[in-house]
């Protein structure tokens, strides 16, 4: 059992940034990923960054260059630094985590982030 809570969201104006902090709480031992999903209404959910155990991280191409995703000491809590936002990032931000063993992706309860023009 894993718990994910996020923080951070708010409204930005566009260019501002913004930090997200996720905290794992419960049998972090079985994670393997860490990262962030966002979705806004009537659009796609997107996978916006990751990071493994080993450190390896991914983003979306169009974040690229413009968010960070880190961690602290075992990757918890995981942090998005999120620079030069856009009204096209206005979403709700998810932290999620996956489990090495059984592949079961948990979900925080979301943040949501508002830029605008």
């Known amino acids: 059992q894993v718990q994910l809570v996020e923080s951070g969201g708010g409204l930005v104006q566009a260019g501002g940034s913004l930090r997200l902090t996720c905290v794992a709480s419960g049998s972090i031992s079985s994670i393997n990923v860490m990262g962030w999903y966002r979705q806004a209404p009537g659009k796609q959910r997107e996978l916006v960054a990751a990071?493994?155990?080993?450190?390896?991280?991914d983003y979306a191409d169009s974040v690229k260059g413009r968010f960070t995703i880190s961690g602290d000491s075992a990757e918890n809590p995981v942090y998005l630094q999120m620079n030069s936002l856009k009204p096209d990032d206005t979403a709700v931000y998810y932290c999620?985590?996956?489990?090495?063993?059984?592949?079961?992706?948990?979900w925080g309860q979301g943040t949501q982030v508002t830029v605008s023009s």
């Open positions: 990071m493994t155990n080993a450190g390896t991280t």
């Open positions: 999620i985590a996956r489990s090495r063993f059984t592949g079961y992706q948990y």
